[in-house]
């Protein structure tokens, strides 16, 4: 145990990794060759089209590919061993952070908002994401576990009268919406998965952001976005490359969304269920044990002025926005944390100083957060240099 608290006093930084997954959009998307000859059509008119996209049923596999430069987690998992909490593995909070890196393959199946889904494939493994009314399944073949979560429905129809009432007007608050700090453009056409396709092409005009550009390929026939490529200014691998290979806009059979666990299957049922039998919840601010004796203060901050609607305060606008939030205690030292952990910290962890003392800012290529040696943290999808200024800037 004492073990365990001392590797969790270093789970804030090594949680940065999670942090880029958090904000990505994932839109199925990959490209093939060939340029159709489409008819010519502005942002605009295209932003239109996706809007009035109203594709309720589809059909298809696509891959994802996730590179965000961070280094390989090796003996990690070992060194946080007993941090796991002896959660079911297929638990999709769990299950689906594979994701975050590597390339992956799904099959996705889709028949309106109420039946979707998702199958991750793993050499001769599956994991099945099913959600089908007001249940959602999770289930890993190769541990035959299965995690059952009910009432699962999400009143769209309340967020949906939120939303402009027409594609002309959704595409002006888009466009409104990007304003002096965003370039949208149409660039070109592309193949995906033997449909024509418009490419939609999202810029930041600000400097110091991370993200090099955001490429949407649409439909040219229905408005579907197929295709999401997020690059980053370091060059390189897409920091995100997902796409369909094959896609079928037909209604998908109902046999899709039923599901039953097999016999022997080991079934863990979600808060809902757990509620419903009187069994003890975990509540929002809840932690690890040992999560509060290893950073002092930050039970107080997760458990307490997060959980009554406080939160970080946000530095800037657009793509350029950091998020600050002080812990109120120093940060622990790597050094002293177990041997797998210092050394995945050291390899994406870089020590900066400046008029606001010193710290450590740990870097993706997407995400950046800067953690100072006396507690404050700045986190945004931009560069070291503007995390830096900002904590200089005593804001």
Request: proline share 6%; charged share 25%; glycine share 14%.
């Amino acid at each position: 145990m004492a073990e365990t608290r001392k590797a969790s006093r270093f789970i804030v930084p090594v949680a940065v990794a999670g942090v880029a997954a958090a904000t990505i959009g994932l839109v199925p998307a990959l490209a093939a060759s060939g340029d159709p000859d489409l008819p010519e059509i502005t942002a605009q008119q295209l932003i239109e089209k996706i809007a009035a996209s109203d594709t309720q049923t589809l059909s298809g596999t696509f891959k994802i590919s996730t590179d965000l430069g961070l280094p390989a987690l090796g003996g990690l998992a070992s060194g946080l061993g007993g941090m796991d909490g002896g959660s079911a593995s297929a638990d999709p909070s769990e299950k689906l952070t594979e994701l975050v890196s590597g390339s992956h393959t799904l099959r996705v199946a889709a028949d309106g908002p109420e039946r979707q889904r998702l199958t991750l494939l793993d050499g001769s493994d599956e994991y099945s994401l099913i959600h089908n009314g007001d249940d959602v399944w999770g289930y890993d073949s190769k541990s035959n576990e299965a995690f059952h979560e009910k009432g699962a429905s999400s009143g769209a129809p309340e967020k949906e009268q939120k939303l402009p009432g027409t594609p002309k007007q959704l595409a002006d608050e888009v466009l409104k919406a990007a304003g002096d700090t965003t370039s949208i453009t149409v660039d070109g056409t592309a193949k995906v998965a033997g449909r024509d396709a418009y490419q939609l092409v999202i810029k930041p005009k600000q400097s110091g952001s991370t993200v090099e550009s955001v490429k949407i390929a649409v439909d040219a026939a229905n408005g579907t976005p197929l295709k999401f490529t997020l690059s980053s200014v370091e060059g390189g691998k897409p920091v995100v490359d997902a796409g369909f290979t094959k896609v079928d806009f037909g209604k998908p059979a109902a046999s899709e969304f039923t599901f039953t666990a097999p016999k022997g299957a080991k079934v863990t049922e979600g808060a809902a269920e757990k509620f419903e039998k009187g069994e003890k919840v975990p509540a929002p601010g809840d932690l690890p044990e040992g999560f509060e004796e290893g950073i002092p203060g930050l039970g107080d901050v997760f458990g307490k002025d997060l959980g009554k609607g406080g939160g970080p305060d946000v530095i800037g606008e657009g793509w350029t926005t950091i998020a600050k939030l002080d812990t109120g205690a120093p940060a622990p030292k790597t050094d002293e944390a177990p041997k797998e952990i210092q050394g995945f910290l050291d390899s994406f962890g870089d020590k900066v100083s400046g008029k606001f003392g010193s710290g450590t800012v740990f870097k993706t290529k997407l995400v950046n957060a800067l953690l100072t040696d006396d507690g404050k943290v700045y986190v945004g999808a931009v560069t070291k240099d503007a995390l830096v200024d900002a904590a200089n800037s005593g804001k």
